[in-house]
């Protein structure tokens, strides 16, 4: 079993720049390919990025690509989220997930198990 803890959400204007980090207890975390997904109030929890067990393959939403970079640090049991020129529409509350079935970072949410209690991330204009 695999306990996520997100942290690094806040407030920050439009332009601006975050960085989430996933931590995770577990020896086996370094087999798991770990997702980002956000939800914003009255819609669907979305796929946002995801990194492979070796961080050798990265997806991410077409909606932050060139803005959000995803990377790992498996000595650390830790999964980064770099936010770079954040958008209003960008604010959300933001999980990280385990993607156990195959550890590559998969896009569908469907894959992913073990969920972290999120982070929220607010954007103002």
């Known amino acids: 079993q695999v306990q996520l803890v997100e942290s690094g959400g806040g407030l920050v204007q439009a332009g601006g720049s975050l960085r989430l980090s996933c931590a995770a207890s577990?020896?086996?975390?370094?087999?798991?390919?770990i997702g980002w997904f956000r939800q914003a109030p009255g819609t669907e929890r979305e796929f946002v990025a995801a990194?492979?067990?070796?961080?050798?393959?990265?997806n991410y939403a077409d909606s932050v690509k060139g803005r959000f970079t995803i990377s790992r640090d498996n000595s650390k049991n830790t999964v980064y989220l770099q936010m770079d020129s954040l958008k209003p529409e960008d604010t959300a509350f933001y999980y990280c997930?385990?993607?156990?079935?195959?550890?590559?970072?998969?896009?569908?949410?469907?894959?992913?198990?073990?969920w972290g209690q999120g982070t929220q991330v607010t954007v103002s204009s």
């Open positions: 990194i492979s067990w070796n961080g050798g393959m990265r």
């Open positions: 997930a385990t993607d156990g079935a195959y550890g590559l970072g998969s896009v569908r949410i469907g894959d992913y198990d073990y």
């Open positions: 577990g020896r086996t975390f370094s087999r798991y390919g």
